[in-house]
């Protein structure tokens, strides 16, 4: 089906679900658009962040897309059920794939979740791992600095690992932990940076590998998937400043991000 596939995030986070999208579904063509304007989600209340995420999905399915991705975990929390319910096209989030991963690499059956407030208020993580397995204990922080920090670019460098240290210094306590999962679609881009942090004990996992699997499952099973052979050209939507987004972007994935246009979303909903 020569259809996009849609990718929305509050701002530049997603890029790293679109980069494993990219990666295993390279014929696929992605619309990806970042509400960089408005982030962070993470502490605005619930209603907000669902009228915001319903103006982002209403801005994609004019560009017929086959599918969308929710690559923000906030926005899965509050909106998954919901856009699945109302969709006719498949619509897929970031935490139970994010929850599966870390449940096939944990031994000690301790782990640590990290995310923005209204992901970690939500509980949506605990729910879906308990949903999988009710063995397992689960510590769950939220960390309102990191998605500032990497929305300006700052991924690493001295100021970036204190902001790290300081905050994930309740999670490092926990001596049972043994996988921490990104529970932010942002908090990739500090990988190095945690992992520095946490030490080499602790498997850090993200949720865009095992998302783009699903997405992948999902195409083949509904026979979606672009069958023909030209390459894909992806196309990048900001609320926000193009430079800003282009810079993380090429910093962030290895497909040229050139293709990035500003719009005014909230015109958008009719
Ligand atoms: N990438 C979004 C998430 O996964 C960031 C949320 C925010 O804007 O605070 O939750």
Avoid at 25 to 37: N, S, V
Avoid at 124 to 130: E, G, K, M, R, V
Avoid at 164 to 184: H, N, R
Wanted: net charge negative; charged share 20%.
């Amino acid at each position: 089906m020569d259809q996009p596939i849609g990718v929305i995030d509050s701002g530049v986070g997603g890029l790293t679900v679109a980069r494993e999208l990219m990666r295993q579904l390279p014929k696929e063509q992605l619309i990806y658009l970042g509400d960089t304007l408005r982030c962070p989600y993470g502490p605005r209340p619930q209603e907000e962040v669902i009228r915001f995420t319903l103006e982002m999905v209403d801005f994609l399915m004019e560009k017929k897309i086959k599918m969308l991705v929710i690559a923000c975990n906030t926005a899965t929390a509050y909106t998954l059920e919901r856009l699945q319910q109302q969709l006719e096209i498949p619509v897929i989030g970031v935490i139970e794939p994010g929850a599966r991963a870390a449940i096939k690499v944990t031994q000690t059956k301790h782990i640590g979740v990290i995310g923005t407030e209204g992901t970690i208020q939500s509980k949506a993580y605990p729910i879906a791992l308990h949903h999988i397995s009710s063995e397992l204990s689960i510590f769950d922080l939220a960390c309102p600095k990191f998605v500032p920090l990497v929305e300006s670019g700052a991924f690493s460098g001295m100021a970036a690992e204190q902001i790290v240290s300081e905050t994930l210094a309740p999670i490092k306590q926990y001596t049972m932990l043994d996988t921490l999962i990104l529970g932010c679609t942002h908090y990739p881009l500090l990988t190095e940076t945690i992992k520095k942090v946490m030490g080499d004990r602790i498997e850090i996992i993200a949720s865009g590998t095992e998302t783009a699997r699903e997405v992948s499952a999902i195409m083949s099973y509904q026979q979606i998937n672009y069958e023909g052979e030209r390459l894909p050209e992806h196309r990048f939507y900001t609320t926000g400043s193009p430079g800003l987004f282009e810079h993380i972007a090429n910093q962030w994935m290895d497909y040229p991000v050139k293709y990035i246009e500003q719009i005014a979303i909230d015109q958008t909903r009719k």
